[in-house]
């Protein structure tokens, strides 16, 4: 198990290396010189020497690598030119929202796949089975950005609900209602995505291992259903539908840079979006870092969970 | 002895399955979706850049089928044009992921060895890399921002995906007994590539295929709501459903039709992809 664990871990170092790299160089791929493209053509010279600096643009391009990520790793990401604040700040305000909208949808989401995918594997091709087979085939078609504008139409604007509409994000300290209705269109949108994967995933692991040898033992002892499907089924059910919450934190993170476009909500995606708009390259480059190193670790997090769940992942 | 029962020559299911009239249904939506776009020209369409004045936020009419947006254009023009885009950063962006994933995925599985490890190693940590958010970096950095950019980048990011699926797939072939014979009558790797493997896992690439242009298409969209993709008035799927959300509340179907014409088109791709994958009892990993 640890050795493992040690292997992976050293997987991910070497991930989120190319990463730093990668994010690293996204500078270089702006045309021209990058001073001018990120302070603009009027730059003063003090302010062009700054950069220089901060970038160690006049040095050879390897060593401004170690420049960098020197810097980053002492948890400076720079000072946008932009809005004369530091890069760290902006995104340590930011990433809160990010992670509330994460929790929030996918506890939606696990709250109604588990149960239905248990119900549909009990009777596969059953009419519930169909119906939510179906049903969610249409929902997987459906982008997010789509389920957002339509659910904002109908319920912020057609049924005229306070608090649902764009703009009406009310920090979680600060009024925690208020921040709940706000938060409840993003979260349902970004829940639907992952509710379909999980619900699809579980439902086809359940009904395989229905069909084990040991399910049949246990109703032959005369087990409750509800006792056979939590305890007996379940976690063997529950390898792939891990790994694919796993993996599906990317796509939600991409998903949530929509609703919080659409919404104005100002997490990472919302400060990305606007970042871009503005040309706020430095701040573009550490978003990009942090959320791609966040999305890394997250997968590893859930890997070390799938091999908890079957340990047999782990000693192969 | 359900075991005993499965056991086939691994044809009869392939016949006994049929993909049943909602299967050609798709296909020939999709048929219509792809001439409207090439031909998007030459059908009696109003310019989907004219602005008329006179009939701005007009529903749906006889003179303009699905009204028009806030600028008096012709929303079902507009929604012709737009699928352009779309059709074309969703097959460009495949030709490029499966003109280099494909030779690499079979070349790798059919030659194993050091080669395969090597690029395997590479995919994976390629493929542990969040593909949208590298995209969305790299086209807010490489401007300015071109379809021909999108296509490219999308296409790039889509290699690893492809050459994990491909070199599965062919893994499970090239230990077939007809490859094995093949090599023993002295056929060419060449031969052996092109004329046994290519065709066997055609099928496989195939669904893979669309549901890959259906995960494009989306990204696309997303791109274009978030205003990354190609520029306005240009017009595209997504860039009309996020033009659409500020005059949301005055004209709604300004947001429906691109959104219905984008659900439809993903759906049927979806549709097309999966009937496919059971029809040629194909399980493999969905992109």
Known sequence: MLKYVLRRLATLVGIVFIISVGSFYLIHLLPGDPATVILGTGASPANRAALYKQLGLNKPIVEQYFVWIGHVLHGNLGTSFISQTSVASTIRAAYPIDLELIVLSQLLAFAGAIPLAMRSARKPNGLLDRLLSAGSFTLLSIPPFIIIVVLVLIVSIKLGIANTGPSSFVPLVSNWRVNLTSMALPSITLATASFVLYFRVLRSDMIATLQEEFITMARSKGLSQRRIMWRHAFRPSSVALLGTAGVNIG????????????????????TLISAIA??????????????????VVINFFFDFLTSVVDPRISRE | MSDRLDEGTGLEPLRAQRLGPLFWVCVGWLTLNVLAAIFA?????????????????????????????????????????????????????????????????????????RLDAILTAVMYVLLAFPAIIAVIAVISFWTPRTLLKIIVVIGLASV???????????????AKDYVIAAKVQGSTDRRILVRELLPNIAPIAVSFLLIGVATVVTLEGALAFLGLSVNPPTPSWGNMINEARTVMAQNPWLVLFPSLALC???????FIGDRLRTYFDVTEVKL
């Open chain 2, 264 to 270: 439809l088109f993903l759906l049927c791709l979806n």
């Open chain 1, 278 to 295: 503005s040309s706020d390259y430095l701040l573009v480059q550490g978003i990009v870092l942090v959320v791609s190193v966040g999305v």
């Open chain 2, 41 to 113: 020209n030459l059908l009696p369409l109003v310019n989907p850049l004219y602005q008329n004045y006179n009939v701005i936020n007009a529903g749906p009419s006889l003179h303009h089928l699905l009204g028009t947006d806030d600028l008096g254009r012709d929303i079902l023009s507009r929604v012709v044009f737009g699928s352009r885009v779309s059709l074309a950063v969703g097959s460009g962006a495949m030709v490029i992921g499966f003109g280099i994933g494909m030779p690499l995925g079979m070349l790798a599985a059919y030659r194993r060895g």
């Open chain 2, 160 to 174: 690893p995906l492809v050459y994990r699926v491909i070199r599965s797939a062919t893994l499970a072939i090239a």
């Open chain 1, 251 to 270: 796509g939600l993170l991409a998903g949530g840079f929509v609703v919080q476009y659409l919404l104005g909500i100002p997490g990472l995606g919302y």
